[in-house]
């Protein structure tokens, strides 16, 4: 049986992939979905493993060849998510954490509506707009676009399963951790495995 696909989504800044990072460095089983995109990297952001970074030509032939499940341009940048890896990391855990932003994940809902779908909520305006602020790589009209688009993007936080504010960080990863597992042990999870486990106990 497939692992369990979460989307993990929210605002640009509200600190979903520092959330994702620490909760998946606690538990065992669960996989990072790593995405492509053609945007520069980041301070400490490592190729293959928190992206895969490539160039622009490279990414519309990936999509001319079918290779994406879904695809979005965010910012004047493109992001997109690998069919493949998509399909071979599912297979092999429990879970795939997936980190994407909203037009993708409200894209991955068209063809997988039973995953499960957490929304990363900043405290405040004021605070998503600071930490924004503090990566010190957005100019003015770019820090103006992302909060522009947050109103949008939180527009459609009932679209999710789970709501988490992100106020404090080991709080948050913990609520996030409480998520995956709890997921993990929903009765009809179960239901194909009943058998095996009243056979063991007789």
Do not use: C
């Amino acid at each position: 049986m497939d692992g369990l696909f979460y989307i993990v989504s929210g605002p640009s800044g509200a600190g979903k992939s520092t959330l994702i990072k620490s909760a998946l460095d606690k538990i065992i089983g669960f996989s990072f979905s790593v995405s492509y995109t053609t945007r520069e990297k980041r301070p400490g952001e490592i190729d293959g493993k928190d992206y895969f970074f490539i160039d622009k030509n490279t990414f519309f032939k990936m999509k001319e060849d079918g290779e994406f499940l879904e695809w979005a341009e965010v910012h004047g940048n493109y992001y997109a998510t690998s069919k493949k890896f998509i399909e071979e990391k599912l297979k092999e855990s429990r879970g795939l954490v997936l980190d994407v932003d909203v037009q993708g994940a409200l894209n991955i809902k068209k063809i997988y509506k039973n995953a499960i779908y957490i929304f990363i909520l900043p405290p405040s305006n004021e605070d998503l707009e600071k930490r924004l602020r503090k990566r010190g790589t957005e100019s003015q009209d770019s820090l103006e676009i992302r909060l522009k688009d947050a109103e949008w993007e939180i527009s459609h936080m009932k679209d999710f399963d789970y709501v988490i504010v992100n106020q404090e960080v080991e709080e948050s990863t913990n609520q996030l951790i409480s998520v995956l597992v709890a997921e993990q042990l929903k009765r009809e999870r179960f239901d194909d495995k009943t058998p095996f486990f009243f056979k063991k106990q007789l």
